[in-house]
């Protein structure tokens, strides 16, 4: 299978694509700058030349390919809110568009569980209602993209499927670290809860629903079998203290950040590798 991965370089493609290529996919990465994708170069996959934000570059990466990962996005650390619509929602569907024009049998759409409000009461499903209009660009654009994706599948018979990432994080990834002063910007509840996975896992996932029959049109939330406190990740760290104010409130929402992944369990037979943060701890995999 010739597969186009976006993204490469960043932190979950640099990871996805040694797994692709240690199971035998000729992989193809799409890149502005083939200096940055030198390691993956060396590992075996093939640099292609490419840009979200110029449509004319896109037909001549996709063609060819059997699938696409779109990885690519530009996230909610970002200030630069023009751009993270430009990346996220308009150069998902110009390469959406130029897969299908060429052919590509099958695209595969990272979004985030960061579409998620709160107030539902349960585990965030797939099918909870997301505002598109959330004033915060990044879910918002992954939101408006994953709504077009869909109609391409429902109008076009695109062989379009979707995969809400939680937290991701392990493999040297330095996540984690660079959560902390976000959490403790916004004033996050200690108590809060959040959803993570390995990177293990995220590709485990992309795998399934990049060789799994049936899923079009589907989407799906991944994470793992225990979520963790905000508390618990920064004591982790050792910053706890520094992190929280002693004189919060109690927890208003226990769900906010929990996703239910039973959808994925059940229509990919999907189990995590990595059930937990502690058990990754553990192994030394962080």
């Known amino acids: 299978m010739k597969i186009l991965v976006t993204g490469a370089t960043g932190k979950v493609g640099s990871r996805l694509v040694p797994r692709l290529l240690a199971k035998g996919y000729d992989v193809s990465i799409l890149v502005r700058d083939v200096i940055k994708a030198t390691d993956l170069v060396g590992l075996g996959a093939s640099a ?22 779109h990885l690519a996005a530009l996230f909610r650390t970002f200030t630069d ?6 990346t996220n929602r308009e150069g998902s569907i ?11 049998k099958r695209f595969v759409f990272t979004s985030t569980s960061n579409v998620y409000g709160s107030g539902y009461r349960r585990p965030a499903r797939e099918d909870e209602q997301v505002d598109i209009n959330d004033p915060r660009a990044y879910p918002g654009s992954k939101i408006a993209a994953e709504r077009e994706l869909i109609v391409m599948q429902q109008n076009l018979g695109f062989d379009v499927r979707i995969l809400r990432l939680g937290f991701v994080y392990g493999d040297k990834d330095p996540h984690i670290a660079e959560i902390i002063p976000y959490i403790k910007k916004l004033k996050m509840h200690s108590g809060s809860r959040m959803h993570m996975v390995h990177h293990l896992d995220v590709a485990q996932a992309l795998i399934l629903l990049l060789t799994t029959d049936g899923l079009d049109g589907e989407i799906f939330n991944v994470g793992d079998d225990a979520p963790v406190t905000l508390y618990e990740l920064a004591d982790s760290l050792g910053k706890a203290a520094e992190t929280f104010d002693e004189t919060e409130g ?29 058990v990754a701890r553990d192994l030394d995999i962080l």
Not at 51 to 69: C, K, N, Q, S
Not at 81 to 86: A, F, L, S
Not at 262 to 270: N, V, Y
Request: aromatic share 6%; hydrophobic share 45%.
């Open 48 to 69: 292609v030349i490419g840009d979200l934000y110029e449509a004319a570059t896109l037909p001549p990466a996709v063609a060819g390919m059997d699938a696409v990962i």
């Open 81 to 86: 809110n023009e751009g993270i619509v430009k």
């Open 94 to 104: 110009a390469l959406a568009q130029a897969a299908h024009g060429a052919g590509v």
């Open 250 to 278: 109690p927890l208003n929402d226990p769900f906010q950040g929990v996703q239910d992944i039973s959808k994925l369990r059940k229509m990919t037979g999907f189990r995590p590798l990595v059930p937990s943060y502690n």
